[in-house]
């Protein structure tokens, strides 16, 4: 079993005038010998803001949460993030809360950005599972995410990532009023030097491209977007690729083979209700749909729905491997390769 380390002290984010750009930050994860798991770097400057918590001694891998002054992101902030994951590394990356767009200043002002780039060495894992990215009116929101994968022959560079976006305040009669939201998740195969941080790496052919864009200022159809919308309050994706997950992407897909079909079968009656697990069913009497597809060796899953809590509580059932009774295995393949607690953002 892999043993954590951390010092004695936490890590303490770059002094003022450091060469470190404003938004900047690097999370870089190492196995020093014999098997110990340690943060080798964790830096970042204002408004960005990473923690990490000591790890218990039955801690599997490290645990990042992402934060933001303020509750979040105001027009013109601009988030750039590197991680690398070493070999025989596990990282899990998540939130505290939504992550609040906050409205764009004025036309002529920049939007909100937020990049993210990950490099996962041979024999590592990295689970991405945040909160919900939460666009409040008026706001102008691009977010890219990189993950270079650098054994795809094998498949022992593994990952489990979580993107989703959630309306405004509803409080305040904000149903996808933003201006433009844009969420870009790319996939690449790269070739490794083993030269420790990546540096040198390049990277290869593009593996798998997922895009979400929302434009609230574009009809379609005479449609405003949130007419479009058909009240569906929450859009999720989840991608996953990796030997460690081999049953959990055969478990999903196993669920989805077992939906309904138009004029196949039905939903309201008991021999059809014991071939799908109680969320599965709640889900559906709920409004939430959902999707599944194999692209190059990922298993990629799209789900949307009318109210926050039963999305949450399905896309949880999904990646525990919830049984026939709604109950989560205890030795699902995300909690025997991270441990628990990995799912605070779906609770």
């Given amino acids: 079993m892999t043993s954590i380390t951390t010092t004695s002290k936490p890590p303490q984010p770059p002094p003022s005038g450091s060469s470190i750009p404003a938004g900047d930050g690097l999370i870089h994860v190492r196995v020093l010998p014999p098997s110990k798991l340690t943060l080798h770097q964790l830096n970042y400057k204002y408004p960005l803001k990473l923690i990490s918590p000591a790890p218990s001694q039955w801690a599997k891998s490290l645990t990042v949460f ?49 990049r993210m780039t990950v490099r996962i060495h041979p024999g590592s894992s990295f689970l991405l ?48 009023s933003l201006k433009r939201f844009e969420s870009r998740n790319e996939f690449f195969g790269v070739k490794s030097n083993d030269d420790g941080d990546g540096s040198e790496n390049v990277r290869g052919r593009l593996l798998l491209r997922d895009a979400m864009i929302l434009d609230g200022e574009m009809l379609c159809g005479g449609e405003t977007l949130r007419e479009r919308q058909d009240s569906q309050t929450i859009f999720a994706t989840a991608v996953i690729r990796g030997k460690p997950f081999t049953k959990l992407i055969e478990y999903i897909k196993t669920r989805y083979a077992n939906e309904p079909r ?86």
């Fill in 66 to 114: 992402v934060l933001s002054y303020g509750g979040g992101l105001v027009s013109g902030d601009e988030v750039n993030l590197r991680v690398v994951v070493e070999r025989k590394g596990r990282l899990c990356l998540q939130t505290q809360g939504s992550t609040k767009i906050f409205k764009q200043k004025d036309p002529s002002s920049p939007p909100t950005i937020q």
């Fill in 129 to 176: 599972l945040p909160d919900p990215v939460q666009p409040f009116a008026e706001s102008n929101y691009i977010q890219h995410q990189i993950f270079e994968l650098e054994d795809t022959t094998d498949d022992t560079s593994s990952i489990v990532v979580l993107d989703w976006v959630t309306e405004g305040r509803t409080a305040r009669d904000e149903h996808w």
């Fill in 262 to 347: 138009i004029g196949q079968k039905r939903w309201d009656t008991d021999d059809d209700s014991r071939k799908h697990n109680r969320i599965e069913v709640e889900a559906r009497n709920n409004g939430v749909l959902w999707a599944a597809s194999s692209v190059r060796g990922f298993l990629l899953v799209k789900v949307s729905g009318v109210e926050m809590e039963g999305v949450k509580r399905f896309v949880r059932g999904l990646l525990s491997e919830v049984d026939e009774e709604g109950v989560p295995k205890e030795d699902g393949c995300i909690a025997a390769e991270f441990g628990t607690g990995m799912f605070r953002c779906l609770e």
